[in-house]
């Protein structure tokens, strides 16, 4: 019985300093045009960054379809090999997904 009462004065003195030490922490809200301007910040960032994606985007599909145009027009046989091989990638891609999706057991 002795053990079990040092073990409750130890969490009751721990319980207490606890109290006494978050009562003593002096936490300042920051004001609300602060946080408003942070969010704003955040959110244009973001948009910028967004807007450079799409851009990057933009820019490798017209390289890619200007790639393909001329492999069309210039290399046809070669233009229809490489579409082969994308369809074939895909195809293996897409097989080995739905392999794994039909293996899997959620139990």
Same mark, same amino acid.
């Given at each position: 019985?002795?053990k079990h009462n040092e073990k409750q004065?130890?969490? +009751?003195?721990?319980?207490? +300093?606890?109290? @006494?030490?978050?009562?003593?922490? +002096? ?7 602060? %946080?408003?301007? %942070? @969010? ?26 200007? *790639? ?12 229809? %090999?490489?579409? %082969?091989?994308?369809?074939?990638? *895909?195809?293996?891609?897409?097989y080995k997904e739905k392999v794994k @999706? ?6």
């Open positions: 019985m002795n004065t130890f969490e +009751d003195k721990v319980t207490n +300093d606890l109290k @006494v030490f978050h009562e003593s922490i +002096d936490v300042e809200q920051p004001d609300f045009n602060h %946080l408003l301007h %942070l @969010v704003q910040t955040e959110q244009t960032q973001r948009h910028q960054n967004i807007w450079k994606e799409l851009m990057f985007l933009w820019g490798m599909s017209v390289i890619i379809l200007t *790639l393909l145009a001329i492999l069309y027009f210039y290399t046809p046989i070669l233009f229809g %090999l490489s579409q %082969l091989g994308v369809i074939t990638s *895909l195809t293996v891609y897409f @999706v039909m293996r899997y057991d959620p139990s």
